[in-house]
């Protein structure tokens, strides 16, 4: 399943997030329940069993969620969920610390960091902006960040879904059209740490970043666009939005 903010079990997690933040956890911890129980897939499973571990009032619980949330990532195993597996493994390494079994806590803090956080995605990857550019050119860290336009980059952004690179080129800041590049990273790259491991585990929607510049190899023309008001409640997140971006 491609990971997509219209989902209805990311939407609950979303609206559970939201009455976290408002320090409502009895309201959140029903939406996360809610979102379980009604997850028809691995991957809505897997989402929605991260939240629900984190609310478990006792270690035996917590434990048994985080389990539970591990079986799915590991059914599933690809480039969207494999960064949540060192923090999986941490934190139920933690819980078998607090249970005093030295002996399995052992073995997940060694889990934990065996796992290379080099990604293994192999594209196709793709670029969303309202640049006019031409196949053959090359796109290159050091622009403005199309949420805090006050910011200069230092890498270049990039994703492996096209949907996602929609709505970045829906959400860039100029009267231009949208845009979708199909890419190719010309250097090293690395899972983008202002989307992994934050609002939702691992790296759901395959968001990457390059000092080295990317190739453009052809353009995309047909993507999922957003209804008008939905981008505009993208907007005013983003407008919102008091984090740092981590450069």
Not at 42 to 51: L, V
Not at 129 to 137: C, F, N, P, S
Not at 191 to 201: L, Q
Not at 229 to 236: A, G, I, N, P, V
């Amino acid at each position: 399943m491609e990971f997509s903010p219209n989902n209805s079990i990311v939407k609950l997690c979303l609206q559970g997030m939201s009455m976290e933040e408002n320090g409502k956890p009895e309201e959140a911890n029903k939406l996360f329940l809610q979102a379980w129980n009604e997850a028809t897939n691995d991957f809505e499973k897997f989402i929605a069993a991260h939240y629900v571990a984190r609310h478990q009032k006792n270690v035996f619980d917590k434990l048994k969620w985080l389990e539970t949330d591990l079986r799915f990532a590991l059914k599933i195993n690809n480039d969207s969920v494999k960064s949540a597996f060192p923090s999986l493994y941490l934190n139920i390494a933690k819980c078998y610390e607090d249970l005093s079994d030295t002996g399995k806590a052992k073995k997940n803090y060694e889990l934990a960091i065996s796992f290379n956080d080099k990604p293994s995605d192999k594209g196709p990857f793709y670029h969303g902006t309202k640049a006019d550019l031409q196949v053959g050119e090359l796109l290159i860290a050091g622009g403005s960040s199309n949420y805090k336009p006050e910011i200069k980059m230092n890498h270049i952004y990039f994703t492996a879904l096209v949907n996602g690179a929609g709505l970045a080129a829906e959400l860039a800041k100029s009267d231009g059209r949208e845009h979708i590049y199909i890419v190719e990273p010309t250097g090293s790259f690395e899972n983008d740490p202002n989307v992994t491991d934050k609002k939702f585990p691992g790296n759901p929607t395959r968001s990457y970043r390059s000092q080295a510049p990317l190739k453009i190899v052809g353009e995309v023309t047909d993507w999922v666009r957003l209804a008008p008001e939905e981008l505009q409640k993208w907007r005013e997140k983003l407008a919102n939005n008091k984090g740092d971006i981590i450069n």
